[in-house]
C-alpha cells in the first residue's frame, strides 16, 4: 500500500517536472534581454530610437511579455524551451550585427545564453544552441573581417571555449536536477512513510483502546501475567475481587503481592506445562485480609512473534455462590427434620422398648444365664440407639475447617480392608496416592462405600479397589460383583432415610457425599441389577483451601 502510493507520487512528481519552470525562463529571458539592451546602448553605435537595432531590442522584449500568455504546460515541451533559446541567439546575433558588437566583449552573451540553455534542458538540448551560437559568431567574423583566419584567436579559442561552457553547465544542470530528483523522491517516500506512521499509531490505539474496553466490559475478572510473574493487563472486576486497584497492581510482580501465593502457583503451572487449566476453585487473601473463594481458569500464552511468554487467568467470585451452596444445604438437611423425627420415633421405639422390658427383669431373675443374656440385650439396643445418633448427628453437622494433612490413601484403604473376612479384596494402580484430606471422615467415607458393597454381595464376594490419577484428580474406583442397583433406587442413593436395608439408617451414602463435596472432590455410582456396581470417588491431588469435614 505504502510503496505504491509513494510511486504515484513520485510519478506525478515526475510527470508535472519541466526542465524549467515557465516563470523561471521568463525571468532569466528577462535578464538575458537586459543585459543585451545594455550591451547594445553602450556600443560603439549605441541605442538609437527607431534605428533597425532598436527594433531588434523592442521585438526582444515583446517575445518575452507575449510568453507570459502561453500556458505553463506548453513549457514543458523541449521544442518550445529550445525554440526560445534559438530565437534568443538569433536575437542576440542580430543585435551584435545591427551594433558592431563584435568591436567589443559582446560576444560574452553567447555565454550567458548558452549557460541558461544549458540549466533549461539536458546536453541534448544545450549542445545544438552552442551550434547555432557558433555558427552565428563564426558568420558574424566573416562579415566584419572576411580574411580573418581560422587560427585567429577570435575563433581558435572563443568558439570552442562555447562549447566548453556548454558541457560545463549542462553537466553542473544535469547533477542539480538529478539530486532535485532524489531529493524530491526521498522526500515524497519520507511524507508517506510519515502518513504510514501515524495512520499504524492511530490504528494501534485504536485496537489498544477498543481490546481496553472489551477487557473491562466482561463480568469475569481478568488477569494477564508474563512468564517472570510481572501483571500486565488487569481488567477492574479481576481488581476488585483482588481487593485492590487496577493501577497499584499493573506492573508489578504478583509474587510480592501477600496472599496471592495458590493464583500464582496455578499460573505457573499452565505456563511450564503450556496446557489450559480449567474450572479450578481455589482461595485468596484479598488485600483487606480477607479469604476469598475464586473460581479460577488459566491458559498459556506463548507468542514468539511479539517474545511474551505467560498466560490469562479468568476470575470469578464464588463468595456469594459459595454462602448460597452453605444456605441450601443447611436447607436440605433441615427440611429432613420432620421426616427424621418420624423416622427416630420409630427407630428408637423398638430399642428402647428391649431396654426397658430387660431392665424391669433384671431386679427380679436370680438365673446368672438370663441376667447374661438379658444384659447382652439392654448393651445391644444401647448400641442401636447410639448407631443412629452419631448418623444422624454426622450428618446433620453443619460444614467446619479442619486442619488438613497429607494422607496416603493406600495405606489408609489397607488399613480399612485388613480385618475384613469373607471377601476378597484386590488394591492396584498407582503406588502413590497422597493428598490432603482428614483422615477420620475419609476413613468414614470408605468404610461406608466397602460396607455397602459387602452386604450387596452373596456368592464370592470380590472388591477391586483401583487408584489412579489425572492431571487434577485422584480416582479411587471401588468395583463390587454384588446384585446392583435398581435403576428406580438409583435415582435415590444419596436421599437422606432412603434405605433396602432392614436394620440401616439411610444415611451411609449421604454422608458418604458430604464427606467427599467437604474435601472439594465427585463421587459417581454406576450400576446394574445382576452386573455388580463401580463406585468412583474423585479427590483434588492439591488442595489450596484444606479441607472441610463433617
Known amino acids: 500500500m505504502g510503496t505504491v502510493s509513494v510511486s504515484l507520487q513520485f510519478g506525478e512528481l515526475k510527470k508535472k517536472e519541466s526542465p524549467l519552470h515557465k516563470r523561471t525562463i521568463l525571468l532569466l529571458r528577462f535578464v538575458l534581454i537586459l543585459s543585451t539592451i545594455l550591451l547594445m546602448t553602450y556600443s560603439d553605435r549605441g541605442l538609437n530610437f527607431a534605428s533597425p537595432g532598436y527594433a531588434v531590442a523592442l521585438a526582444y522584449f515583446l517575445s518575452n511579455l507575449a510568453l507570459y500568455f502561453v500556458p505553463e504546460i506548453k513549457f514543458s515541451r523541449p521544442i518550445l524551451t529550445f525554440a526560445i533559446f534559438l530565437t534568443d541567439v538569433f536575437a542576440i546575433s542580430m543585435a551584435i550585427y545591427l551594433t558592431q558588437g563584435l568591436q567589443t566583449d559582446f560576444y560574452l552573451i553567447y555565454f550567458l545564453i548558452i549557460f541558461i540553455a544549458s540549466v533549461g534542458q539536458d546536453i541534448r538540448g544545450s549542445i545544438p544552441i552552442a551550434i547555432v551560437a557558433s555558427i552565428f559568431y563564426a558568420w558574424l567574423l566573416h562579415r566584419t573581417s572576411p580574411g580573418l583566419s581560422i587560427m585567429d584567436s577570435a575563433i581558435l579559442i572563443k568558439v570552442p571555449f562555447l562549447f566548453i561552457v556548454s558541457l560545463i553547465s549542462s553537466y553542473w544542470s544535469t547533477a542539480i536536477r538529478r539530486e532535485v530528483r532524489e531529493k524530491s523522491k526521498f522526500e515524497a517516500i519520507a511524507r508517506n512513510l510519515e502518513d504510514e506512521i501515524a495512520r499504524i499509531t492511530d490504528k494501534e490505539s485504536e485496537l489498544r483502546h477498543y481490546s481496553e474496553t472489551v477487557i473491562n466490559s466482561v463480568t469475569s475478572g481478568v488477569i494477564v501475567v508474563k512468564e517472570d510473574g510481572v501483571v500486565t493487563t488487569i481488567n477492574p472486576e479481576a481488581a476488585r475481587v483482588l481487593g485492590t486497584k487496577q493501577e497499584t497492581i499493573t506492573g508489578k510482580d504478583i509474587n510480592s503481592i501477600p496472599g496471592l501465593e495458590a493464583l500464582w502457583q496455578r499460573m505457573q503451572q499452565s505456563i511450564h506445562s503450556g496446557e489450559p487449566l480449567e474450572r479450578l476453585q481455589i482461595s485468596i487473601t484479598n488485600s483487606h485480609n480477607e479469604d476469598t473463594p475464586i473460581g479460577l481458569s488459566v491458559s498459556p500464552i506463548n507468542s514468539p512473534n511479539t517474545n511474551f511468554s505467560g498466560c490469562v487467568g479468568i476470575l470469578r467470585d464464588l463468595s456469594d455462590i459459595k454462602e448460597l451452596e452453605d444456605k441450601l444445604r443447611h436447607a436440605e438437611r433441615l427440611s429432613y427434620l420432620g421426616k427424621m423425627a418420624t423416622w427416630v420415633a420409630h427407630e428408637i421405639r423398638n ?113 477391586v479397589i483401583e487408584f489412579r490419577k489425572t492431571r487434577q484428580w485422584l480416582v479411587i474406583e471401588l468395583r463390587d460383583n454384588g446384585k446392583g442397583i435398581s435403576p428406580e433406587n438409583m435415582q435415590k442413593l444419596f436421599t437422606p432415610f432412603f434405605t433396602t436395608k432392614s436394620r440401616g439408617t439411610g444415611l451411609g451414602l449421604a454422608i458418604a457425599k458430604k464427606i467427599v463435596d467437604d474435601h472439594k472432590g465427585k463421587l459417581e455410582i454406576k450400576s446394574e441389577e445382576g452386573e455388580g456396581t463401580i463406585c468412583r470417588v474423585y479427590l483434588p491431588l492439591e488442595n489450596g483451601q484444606g479441607c472441610t469435614a463433617p
Open 351 to 463: 430399642p428402647l422398648t428391649a431396654i426397658d422390658g430387660f431392665s424391669q427383669l433384671l431386679p427380679h431373675t436370680r438365673d446368672m444365664s438370663k441376667i447374661e443374656t438379658f444384659s447382652k440385650e439392654i448393651a445391644r439396643g444401647t448400641q442401636r440407639i447410639n448407631h443412629i445418633i452419631e448418623d444422624i448427628l454426622t450428618f446433620a453437622r453443619a460444614k467446619t475447617r479442619v486442619n488438613a494433612s497429607n494422607i496416603d490413601l493406600r495405606q489408609l484403604m489397607t488399613q480399612i480392608t485388613e480385618n475384613i473376612g469373607g471377601v476378597r479384596i484386590f488394591i492396584n494402580g498407582e503406588a502413590s496416592a497422597t493428598i490432603k484430606g482428614e483422615e477420620e471422615s475419609l476413613k468414614s467415607l470408605f468404610t461406608n462405600i466397602i460396607n455397602n458393597s459387602i452386604d450387596a454381595m452373596d456368592k464370592d464376594p470380590k472388591i
